[in-house]
C-alpha cells in the first residue's frame, strides 16, 4: 500500500493476512464473547477482513511507527470492527457487562499490540466505538484488579478473559513468545477452565488456514476470469454482442482503440498551470489549474476515469436535461481531486461538460457517504464565460453544499436573497484548494420560503470586473443572477428588490439544466384607489443546452416586505418570450385593491403603444388604453382576454392573452 496513493490491493492484504494471520486471529479472540463456537467466530470474522477489490485506505489511521506494516493496521481495523459488531451469541448468560467488548478490545491492543493509549483512543474510535475513554478506563481496572479464582486455571497469570467481574484478563500480560507467528513481543490467548486456548491461533496449522482462505479466494478469482474469457472468446467468434442488432449503429461502442485506451490514461490528463488565467486570452474552466489533496492519486483518477468511460451497473448516474453521457473525446481536463466528508471527489472537464466523480473513503463505515457508494455526476457547460466558470458544485450533503471557486476569486459571500440589504453577506472561509465552506441549501417546501441562499463572488480585476450573483438550482454550474435587458449581474438596488420577489418562485426550474435566471422590469403601473406603485417583471430561466427555457410574468405590487413572492400571471416554456430576441410581452390579472373593488390590469413591454381588454364581466363594456398599461373595473368572474399594437402598427407576435386570477 503506498502512503502517496493510499490504496489498498487485494494481493497486498492477501499476503499481509497470511504474514499476520496469528496476530489478528489472537486479537478477534480476545474481543469477542465467551462462548462454544468463540474460536471460530475469530477465524471467520479475521479472514472476512479481506477486501473483494481494491480499496481506498485514505481515511483510515496511519501507523506510528515506522516499522509497522500499513497493510496489517489497515487489516486490524477491519477485524476490530467485524469483532466489536459481531452479535452476542444465545449461550451468553445475561449477566454478562455491556460495553465488555470495546474494554476487552482496549485491553487486547494495549498488552498484546503493545500500543500507547493516544493511538489506542484514536484505533476505537476509528472502529466506532462511542466511548473509547470508558473503554480504556476498563481496560485499565482489569489490569490492576487481582486475578480470578478458577479451579482450572494452570496459571496465576493465564486467567480466561472472559471469567472477571469486567470481562477482561486481570493480570499482567502472559509471558511472551519470541518466535511466535504474532511478532515480536506476542503472546498467546490464555485458556480459560476446560476449554480450548483458540487452536489455530499461530503456528503452523494457523498458516495453513490462512494459505488455505488466500487460495480459495484466488481460485474464485481465475475461475471468473476464464468465465469472461470465454465469453469475450464467444464474441470474437461470431456471438452477437455489442456491434450486433438492428440499433448497433446508435448504441456507444466499447472504450477501444489508441485514442479511446489514451483518454483512459490519468497521466494524460491535461493539467493547466497555476496562475496561467492571468494570461490566458479566456478565462473559463480551461484556465482552472488542478487543485485538491488527490491530484497525483493515479490510481483514484483511472476510476474516475474508466467510470466516465463505462460506468458499471452498480454506479449512480445523474446527467443535466440535454447533457450527453458518452465519454470525453480525448483525455479531458483535471480540475479538482480531493477528501470531503468522507468522500474522494473528482472534477474533470472536456470542453463541454463537466463530471464529477465521487467514492467513499471507507466504503464499510456505515456513513452517508458509504451509503451513497460510487456516483457520476455530469453537466453541460458548452460557452462558458469568465463569469459562468466561477464555481462548481463540489459537494451537496445534509442539506449544504459546498463550492470550488475560480482562481482568480478574492472574497467569497454567503447572501440571503430575500434580503436586498444583504449586500456583503457573510464571508465563506476558503481552503487553500479553493473549496468554500458550507452554505445551505434552500427549503423549496411550498410556503417555508423565508430564506433563500445565494453565492456572492469578488474577482480579481483582470478577470471578473464586477461581483456576480448564483444560487443552487441542482446543476454543478451554479446558476447565475442576472437584472434587465442587458443581463448584468442582479448586484443593484433595484435588482435585488425584483430578485429578493422572485427567488421564491425559483424551485419551479430546479434540476432543470438552467444556466442563468434573468429578471426584467418591462412595466411600471400606478394602481387605482391610491394603492401605490407596480413593477411587471418577465423572468426567464435560460438552459445550457438552450431548448427548454422557462418563462414566467410577475405583478409585485407594494408588499410590507421585501421578500414576499410577486403573483405569477403567466408561465410559458421553451419559448423565446423575454430572451435577447423577443422583448414582446403581455399579460395582465384580476386584482382586487384595499378598497375591496375588482379591477383588470394588463401591461406590454415598452413597444406596446394600445392595449385592449375584451370580455365578459367588464365594467362599461370593451376597455382600450393609449399606452403599455390598462387598469378597468370588472366583476370578481370576469372572463377577459388582452390585445395590444406596438410603435410600428403591428400586433404582437404572441396570441392575445387570457386575463385570470393570479398564482
Known amino acids: 500500500m503506498s502512503e502517496r496513493t493510499a490504496t489498498l490491493d487485494v494481493e497486498q492484504a492477501e499476503l499481509a493476512l ?17 462462548g462454544p463456537r468463540r474460536a471460530p ?9 479481506l477486501p473483494r477489490r481494491c480499496t481506498s485506505t485514505a481515511a483510515l489511521p496511519r501507523p506510528r511507527a515506522a516499522d509497522e506494516d500499513p497493510v496489517y493496521v489497515w487489516l486490524r481495523l477491519r477485524v476490530l470492527r467485524a469483532a466489536l459488531a459481531r452479535p452476542r451469541g444465545p449461550w451468553l448468560p445475561r449477566s454478562l457487562p455491556r460495553g465488555g467488548a470495546p474494554a476487552r478490545a482496549a485491553y487486547a491492543l494495549r498488552h498484546l499490540e503493545r500500543m500507547a493509549d493516544p493511538d489506542i483512543r484514536r484505533l476505537l474510535r476509528a472502529a466506532h466505538v462511542r466511548d473509547p475513554d470508558a473503554a480504556l478506563a476498563g481496560a485499565r481496572a482489569a489490569a490492576s484488579a487481582p486475578p480470578a479464582a478458577g479451579p482450572a486455571a494452570p496459571e496465576a497469570h493465564a486467567a480466561d478473559p472472559s471469567d472477571t467481574a ?41 498458516v495453513r488456514h490462512a494459505l488455505d482462505t488466500v487460495r480459495r479466494r484466488r481460485r474464485r478469482r481465475r475461475s471468473g476470469a476464464a468465465a469472461l474469457a470465454a465469453l469475450v472468446c464467444c464474441g470474437l467468434l461470431g456471438v452477437p454482442g455489442d456491434t450486433w442488432g438492428p440499433d448497433a449503429a446508435a448504441r456507444p461502442p466499447l472504450v477501444r482503440g489508441s485514442d479511446a ?15 496561467s488565467w492571468r494570461r490566458a486570452s479566456r478565462t473559463d474552466f480551461g484556465a482552472w489549474p488542478a487543485r485538491g489533496a488527490l491530484t497525483r492519486d493515479e490510481s483514484l483518477l483511472r476510476r474516475a476515469l474508466v467510470t466516465w468511460a463505462q460506468p458499471r451497473a452498480d454506479v449512480r448516474v445523474q446527467a443535466a436535461p440535454g447533457t450527453p453521457k458518452g465519454p470525453p473525446p480525448g483525455p479531458p481536463q483535471l480540475l479538482y481531486a480531493g477528501r470531503l466528508a468522507g468522500t474522494a471527489v473528482v472534477l474533470l472537464y472536456d470542453g463541454l461538460r463537466v463530471a464529477r466523480y465521487t467514492e467513499p473513503l471507507d466504503p464499510d463505515d456505515g456513513s452517508a457517504a458509504a451509503e451513497d457508494g460510487v456516483s457520476l455526476e455530469l453537466a453541460r457547460t458548452a460557452g462558458a464565460g469568465t463569469a459562468e466558470s466561477g464555481a462548481l458544485v ?14 482568480w476569486i478574492t472574497r467569497a459571500a454567503r447572501v440571503d436573497l430575500l434580503d436586498p440589504a444583504d449586500e456583503a453577506g457573510r464571508t465563506l472561509a476558503r481552503g487553500a484548494d479553493g473549496v468554500t465552506g458550507p452554505v445551505p441549501l434552500p427549503v423549496t417546501l411550498p410556503r417555508h420560503c423565508e430564506s433563500w441562499p445565494g453565492l456572492a463572488l469578488w474577482g480579481s480585476p483582470g478577470a471578473a470586473r464586477r461581483p456576480q450573483l448564483y444560487t443552487d438550482l441542482g446543476e454543478l454550474a ?11 449581474p442582479a448586484t443593484g438596488a433595484a435588482a435585488r428588490r425584483r430578485l429578493a420577489r422572485t427567488a421564491c418562485h425559483l424551485p419551479a426550474v430546479l434540476d432543470r439544466g438552467v444556466r442563468a435566471v434573468n429578471s426584467w422590469q418591462f412595466a411600471r403601473q400606478r394602481l387605482p384607489d391610491g394603492d401605490g406603485e407596480a413593477a411587471w417583471v418577465c423572468t426567464r430561466a435560460a438552459t445550457w443546452r438552450g431548448a427548454g427555457a422557462r418563462v414566467m410574468t410577475q405583478f409585485q405590487p407594494p408588499a410590507g416586505g421585501p421578500g414576499r413572492p410577486g403573483a405569477v400571471t403567466s408561465r410559458l416554456e421553451d419559448s423565446r418570450v423575454c430572451g435577447p430576441h423577443a422583448r414582446a410581452v403581455l399579460t395582465g390579472l384580476l386584482w382586487r385593491s384595499t378598497e375591496g373593488r375588482w379591477y383588470v390590469l394588463a401591461a406590454g413591454d415598452e413597444d406596446v403603444i394600445r392595449l385592449r381588454a375584451r370580455g365578459e364581466g367588464l365594467s362599461g363594456g370593451p376597455a382600450e ?11 370578481r368572474e370576469a372572463s377577459v382576454r388582452l390585445s395590444a399594437t406596438r410603435r410600428n402598427g403591428t400586433d404582437p407576435t404572441a396570441p392575445p392573452a387570457p386575463v385570470d386570477p393570479p398564482d
Not at 467466530?41 to 477482513?49: E, F, R
Not at 463540489?394 to 482562481?407: D, M, N, Q, S
Not at 388604453?625 to 366583476?635: E, F, S
Open 166 to 206: 469486567t470481562d477482561l484478563p486481570q493480570v499482567p500480560v502472559p509471558p511472551q513468545v519470541p518466535d511466535s507467528p504474532g511478532g515480536p513481543g506476542a503472546s498467546a490467548p490464555a485458556a480459560g477452565p476446560g476449554r480450548e486456548p483458540c487452536p489455530l491461533c499461530g503456528g503452523g496449522d494457523g
Open 478 to 488: 451554479p446558476a447565475r443572477l442576472t437584472d434587465g435587458a442587458e443581463r448584468a
Open 261 to 275: 485506451e489514451h483518454a483512459l490514461d490519468p497521466s494524460a490528463l491535461v493539467r493547466a498551470r497555476a496562475g
Open 394 to 407: 463540489v459537494t451537496r450533503r445534509g442539506g449544504e453544499v459546498r463550492y470550488l471557486t475560480a482562481p
Open 625 to 635: 388604453a393609449v399606452d403599455n398599461t390598462l387598469a378597468v373595473r370588472a366583476g
Open 18 to 34: 497470511v504474514e499476520h494471520y496469528g496476530r489478528l486471529v489472537r486479537l478477534a479472540y480476545c474481543v469477542l464473547e465467551d
Open 41 to 49: 467466530a475469530a477465524h471467520a470474522v479475521t479472514c472476512g477482513a
